[in-house]
T-cell receptor
């Protein structure tokens, strides 16, 4: 039982490049989330999904796109990376019928945009 | 809107010292309150929670009491250990209709405990 995994763990991009971060969970959770963590800013919600084929914007969605084609996967895309997107990205998931606090977090992806 | 404010760090303590990390909140409705901990290089883990006024959450020697009158949820531990060194996040979630809303986090407080 791997829980929540994130790929890759580290990545360096140049401004304007694109990339996709993959989040996978094996707990059959309906809800999945993408957060970014910046020094002194805590975690801020980028996008989330309440089920396969559905996504919604969070607090800071600009510059990101997401897709949830399969229940176990939640992809976060950066079409044209900017230095302001340098951050640590965390994915999380939880069961629909359980509380928000039951989110399981992945280990994070550290992204640097030069 | 809903928000969480917690004391800024970093906080540096000696082993066996008393810890308090302040957290206050603003929320529409009746939030549930949480403390999360993030150890170096890891994701967040739920440390404790309280879902209604006057509830006390506790875990691993940490405690926090939901104070509605002061809109606070301060984290305390009587005797910290080096292994408690981590970043601590206060968070809330508000119910909308029948479902619970997303987590809203404070900015985090880094705790360093020296031997």
């Amino acid at each position: 039982n791997a829980g929540v995994t994130q790929t890759p763990k580290f990545r360096v991009l140049k401004t304007g490049q694109s990339m996709t971060l993959l989040c996978a969970q094996d707990m059959n959770h309906e809800y999945m989330y993408w957060y970014r963590q910046d020094p002194g800013m805590g975690l801020r919600l980028i996008h989330y999904s309440v089920g396969e084929g559905t996504t919604a914007k969070g607090e800071v969605p600009d510059g990101y796109n997401v897709s949830r084609l399969k229940k176990q996967n939640f992809l976060l895309g950066l079409e044209s990376a900017a230095p302001s997107q340098t951050s640590v990205y965390f994915c999380a998931s939880r069961h629909r019928d359980r509380g928000a606090d039951t989110q399981y977090f992945g280990p994070g992806t550290r992204l640097t945009v030069l | 809107g809903n928000s969480v404010t917690q004391m800024e760090g970093p906080v540096t303590l000696s082993e066996e010292a008393f810890l308090t990390i302040n957290c206050t909140y603003t929320a529409t409705g009746y939030p549930s309150l949480f403390w999360y901990v993030q150890y170096p290089g890891e994701g967040l883990q739920l440390l404790l929670k309280a879902t209604k006024a006057d509830d006390k959450g506790s875990n691993k020697g940490f405690e926090a009491t939901y104070r509605k009158e002061t809109t606070s949820f301060h984290l305390e531990k009587g005797s910290v250990q080096v292994s408690d060194s981590a970043v601590y996040f206060c968070a809330l979630s508000v119910k909308y209709g029948g479902s619970q809303g997303n987590l809203i986090f404070g900015k985090g407080t880094k705790l360093s405990v020296k031997p």
